[in-house]
């Protein structure tokens, strides 16, 4: 039941973005338009770094040295965030206001698997290799959510899953006695979402319940890392910082069932933001003969976004920590 109440948040959220609220809503519609677009860029760096995480590779801070090698990596992320609680909430029909929402503290996950191959093993020099080259492939899967009471509906248009791509570009190869260091760019993407949802409070003077319909909403990351990574007979070190650009949109109409005279109001519009964070995270892992476990934490810090009419408990833009876990093996 949590579970389906945070994805119904995260539908809520994305109903709006970026962009001049009263110049996409009439005044009847605005406080809903606001509303949600304050929500939604409260979530956004939330959902995102959790999809972009931190190394490409875990555990693999250098290039895999040339054809045939290989490794791949089933991870798992999750970022300490707060999830707004929008239960009773009710919208104006006077205009936007502004309404302290209470947020629930929690971890937002995302799982995927990603991909590596060596393309090119550089060129010696002395005890490494410099300028070596891997392909870099990503794998983001999301299950499509069970709707009940038939007060919610969810779609996933595209599939539940997306990849991504990118490339790794070795700047010190790993020997017994230099380290793994590396250059790497990768976009991933979200499956593309479509959500429906109504809100079931009561009409109370200029305060009226709404619904949402949001279509085609799609979130993308490019992010570039500078990793460095060790191994040490039964374990290794890893680490690397970068930067993280969130690149979302979708298009939404938006319902509010006010009483008479008002009537019902609607709203359409196509929108779309974006957020550059800078990310940094260090690692472990643990060597097995068959792969490895790595675990590794990190944080995201700065950019910016609109500021927000209505409030959280904290600013969209804050710092914000995570972890991932996975396995990784290869040749």
Same mark, same amino acid.
């Given at each position: 039941?949590?579970?389906?109440?945070?994805?119904?948040?995260?539908?809520?959220?994305?109903?709006?973005?970026?962009?001049?609220?009263? +110049?996409?809503?009439?005044?009847?519609?605005?406080?809903?338009?606001?509303?949600?677009?304050?929500?939604?860029?409260?979530?956004?760096?939330?959902?995102?770094?959790?999809?972009?995480?931190?190394?490409?590779?875990?555990?693999?801070?250098?290039?895999?040295?040339?054809?045939?090698?290989?490794?791949?990596?089933?991870?798992?992320?999750?970022?300490?965030?707060?999830?707004?609680?929008?239960?009773?909430?009710?919208?104006?029909?006077?205009? +936007?206001?502004?309404?302290?929402?209470?947020?629930?503290?929690?971890?937002?996950?995302?799982?995927?698997?990603?991909?590596?191959?060596?393309?090119?093993?550089?060129?010696?020099?002395?005890?490494?290799?410099?300028?070596?080259?891997?392909?870099?492939?990503?794998?983001?899967?999301?299950?499509?959510?069970?709707?009940?009471?038939?007060?919610?509906?969810?779609?996933?248009?595209?599939?539940?899953?997306?990849?991504?791509?990118?490339?790794?570009?070795?700047?010190?190869?790993?020997?017994?006695?230099?380290?793994?260091?590396?250059?790497?760019?990768?976009?991933?993407?979200?499956?593309?979402?479509?959500?429906?949802?109504?809100?079931?409070?009561?009409?109370?003077?200029?305060?009226?319940?709404?619904?949402?319909?949001?279509?085609?909403?799609?979130?993308?990351?490019?992010?570039?890392?500078?990793?460095?990574?060790?191994?040490?007979?039964?374990?290794?070190?890893?680490?690397?910082?970068?930067?993280?650009?969130?690149?979302?949109?979708?298009?939404?109409?938006?319902?509010?069932?006010?009483?008479?005279?008002?009537?019902?109001?609607?709203?359409?519009?196509?929108?779309?933001?974006?957020?550059?964070?800078?990310?940094?995270?260090?690692?472990?892992?643990?060597?097995?003969?068959?792969?490895?476990?790595?675990?590794?934490?990190?944080?995201?810090?700065?950019?910016?976004?609109?500021?927000?009419?209505?409030?959280?408990?904290?600013?969209?833009?804050?710092?914000?920590?995570?972890?991932?876990?996975?396995?990784?093996?290869?040749?």
């Amino acid at each position: 039941m949590r579970t389906r109440h945070v994805l119904i948040v995260a539908g809520v959220a994305f109903v709006a973005l970026s962009g001049p609220v009263q +110049a996409q809503c009439s005044t009847y519609t605005a406080d809903a338009c606001q509303k949600t677009k304050d929500i939604f860029n409260f979530l956004t760096p939330q959902i995102s770094t959790a999809l972009a995480g931190g190394s490409t590779t875990l555990g693999q801070g250098g290039v895999l040295g040339g054809f045939p090698h290989w490794a791949a990596a089933m991870r798992a992320s999750a970022v300490r965030g707060s999830i707004p609680t929008v239960d009773n909430v009710a919208f104006s029909t006077t205009g +936007a206001h502004a309404t302290p929402f209470e947020g629930n503290a929690q971890f937002v996950p995302m799982a995927s698997i990603d991909g590596a191959l060596g393309i090119y093993e550089g060129f010696n020099l002395g005890v490494t290799k410099v300028g070596g080259v891997d392909l870099l492939l990503s794998l983001t899967y999301l299950p499509k959510p069970n709707s009940s009471g038939g007060e919610t509906q969810f779609d996933l248009p595209g599939g539940s899953t997306k990849f991504g791509f990118g490339a790794r570009v070795g700047l010190l190869q790993e020997s017994l006695v230099v380290p793994g260091v590396s250059f790497s760019f990768i976009k991933r993407n979200l499956p593309t979402i479509s959500v429906s949802g109504t809100s079931n409070v009561s009409a109370s003077g200029t305060n009226a319940p709404g619904s949402f319909k949001l279509d085609d909403l799609t979130l993308k990351t490019t992010s570039w890392r500078l990793s460095a990574s060790k191994t040490f007979m039964i374990f290794g070190l890893e680490g690397g910082f970068g930067h993280d650009s969130y690149d979302n949109s979708a298009s939404v109409d938006v319902t509010v069932n006010a009483a008479a005279p008002v009537g019902t109001q609607r709203a359409s519009a196509v929108f779309a933001n974006k957020m550059t964070r800078t990310n940094i995270y260090a690692g472990v892992s643990l060597n097995f003969f068959i792969g490895k476990l790595v675990g590794e934490v990190g944080s995201v810090s700065g950019g910016s976004l609109p500021a927000a009419m209505n409030t959280f408990g904290s600013d969209a833009a804050a710092s914000r920590s995570y972890f991932s876990v996975g396995l990784r093996t290869g040749f």
